[in-house]
């Protein structure tokens, strides 16, 4: 879920693989729907002040004019590889040279891929390997990028954009806040990664038979039918009474 810059609009997606706008405050009042994936939506971020960019189980990396009530797809990206299934993402506008790029991880990868977009199109910008697993990404606008990862002692990675390139900050690069950081993770990241991390938690719940069978033989009922059924039995023992 997102709430876009302007206040208008918010950004939620479901299961069902749709991407809804609604006007807020108002945010029964829905404005359109992002139609197209084939599989749940894990991620929504806004890129700009017309575009937002989801990902899905389904590896897609979709562009969105979330404004227009038709043609909203702007770009699609499919990954190739399908051990990457994309599950957060980061967007930002650089503040040195107005470009935008976006950061992608992965369920249980340590790559990141760095793209930029142009408006109309996603194009690959870098891919870092991460010496583990990569839970989260943030972009600045001063051109870093933060990670966090499953290393125990080193759980936030900081990249710097140098000559067109991100490299790795070392801790003795003069980054107090990032040691301090470090030294104050004190929580097991490892059950995170099980709960919040993983995509078994966007899949649809299977109805199998047993739970059918069962809500056969003891039906829930609610609290109308409940007062019913009790009205029901009073009169009945009372009958009962009357013809002794």
């Known amino acids: 879920m997102l709430q876009t810059s302007d206040k ?30 084939k599989e749940a939506v894990t991620c929504v971020k806004q890129i700009d002040e017309q575009h937002i960019i989801s990902t899905s189980l389904d590896r897609v990396l979709s ?44 369920e249980q990868q340590s790559s990141v891929h760095i793209f930029t977009f142009d408006g109309t199109s996603l194009k690959p910008f870098q891919i870092l390997t991460l010496p583990s697993i990569v839970f989260d990404v943030k972009l600045t606008e001063s051109s870093e990028l933060w990670a966090l990862t499953n290393k125990k002692e080193e759980n936030v990675v900081l990249h710097k954009l140098r000559h067109n390139q991100f490299e790795l900050v070392q801790p003795f690069e003069n980054q107090s806040s990032l ?20 995509s078994t938690i966007y899949h649809k719940r299977v109805r199998d038979e047993k739970d059918d069978d069962n809500e056969d033989k003891e039906p829930k009922l609610g609290k109308r039918a409940l007062k019913t059924q009790a009205k029901k039995a009073r009169l009945e023992a009372e009958s009962k009474v009357d013809q002794k």
């Open 8 to 37: 208008k609009y918010i950004i939620t997606s479901d299961r069902d693989e749709k991407i809804r706008v609604s006007h807020y405050p108002n945010c029964y009042i829905i404005h359109t729907y992002l139609l197209g994936n």
């Open 63 to 106: 562009v969105w004019s979330f404004e227009k009530e038709e043609d909203q797809l702007v770009y699609r990206h499919q990954l190739e590889d399908a051990t990457l299934i994309p599950m957060r993402v980061s967007c930002v506008r650089l503040s040195h040279n107005n470009s935008i790029l976006i950061a992608v991880a992965f």
């Open 179 to 198: 040691r301090s950081i470090n030294t104050s993770i004190t929580f097991d990241i490892d059950p995170l990664d099980k709960q919040l991390y993983k």
